[in-house]
């Protein structure tokens, strides 16, 4: 909102002693209205007329606070016909393209406020989102896996002999390697973690894997080891965890997507186990790997005769 302009000398200017206070306030109402109405100063005839009696106008004119047609004041410009201009009214006074230069430099301080609040607030909407899909993902793992959780007995894997993943006080999880990103010190001449690397690895598995919202919980782990007890869970995870971090990929559902992970990593695993080049002669004989092709070549002209 604009401002006509008065300085602080303005009640003791010999031009506003001289003229009165009636016409005085006057000049202070056609001032709020050129600056409301952005004119730069000029005053339509009608619009003095209503708001002064024609006294109090002449003596504005008379001072020189106020010009009609044909003044001859230099430093103002003339006004319209019939019309009347404020004097000086632009010394003190911004112009109009200083006014609506003011105003769109706030209308986009406000739009730019605007659109930071909104950025923010969906944001903190989608983190929201995020962590109650988690939540809930957890939730409807733990109802079904305890159900389903591997019967073990003694102090094995459900093996006549010790698994590697078997110690003598009973069934531990040997944690994976870790990440990529990490680096750790200490491997003995067998291959085997010491120090810090030792101690590292054993953290490991006992702390949450976590990216970006994403947490691997205990029911989790119970589904993938009653639902496919081949895989390595944790070695999964960290592939998983690792591929999400390089590439920096985002899903709506971390729990859903792991889940397909372990699912696609049990299905290539199915297929590396599974034998290649088998062929089933006549006989009854099965001839696998060089065997079966060559035997397949030769059955070709065969199979090409009408």
Request: net charge neutral.
């Amino acid at each position: 909102m604009p401002w006509f302009a008065l300085d602080d000398g303005f009640d003791t200017h010999p031009k506003v002693r001289k003229a009165g206070n009636a016409a005085v306030g006057l000049f202070v109402r056609l001032g709020v209205h050129a600056t409301r109405h952005l004119t730069e100063g000029h005053l339509d005839g009608d619009i003095v007329r209503d708001y002064g009696t024609a006294a109090t106008i002449r003596k504005l004119v008379t001072v020189g606070m106020l010009h009609d047609a044909e003044h001859g004041c230099r430093r103002c410009p003339q006004p319209a016909n019939d019309g009347y201009y404020i004097h000086d009214y632009l010394d003190y006074n911004k112009s109009r393209a200083q006014i609506e230069a003011s105003r769109e430099a706030a209308r986009k301080r406000q739009n730019r406020g605007r659109e930071t609040a909104r950025r923010n607030r969906n944001e903190r909407d989608s983190d929201a989102n995020l962590s109650s899909n988690s939540r809930q993902n957890d939730a409807s793992f733990a109802p079904n896996c305890g159900q389903n959780d591997p019967q073990f007995e003694g102090s094995t894997a459900g093996q006549d002999d010790m698994s590697r993943r078997d110690t003598h006080e009973g069934v531990t999880v040997v944690p994976s390697p870790p990440l990529p990103s990490q680096n750790y010190d200490g491997v003995d001449a067998g291959g085997g973690a010491t120090g810090s690397r030792a101690a590292d690895l054993a953290a490991f598995a006992t702390t949450p894997i976590e990216v970006d919202g994403f947490q691997l919980t205990d029911a989790m782990r119970r589904w993938a080891h009653a639902t496919y007890p081949a895989i390595d869970v944790d070695h999964a995870t960290a592939q998983f965890v690792s591929h999400y971090r390089s590439t920096g990929a985002r899903r709506r559902s971390w729990p859903d997507a792991w889940q397909k992970w372990v699912r696609d990593d049990a299905q290539r695993a199915s297929q590396r186990r599974q034998p290649s080049n088998v062929i089933q002669l006549a006989s009854g004989q099965t001839l696998t790997g060089t065997d079966a092709r060559v035997a397949g070549w030769l059955a070709l002209p065969s199979e090409e005769t009408p």
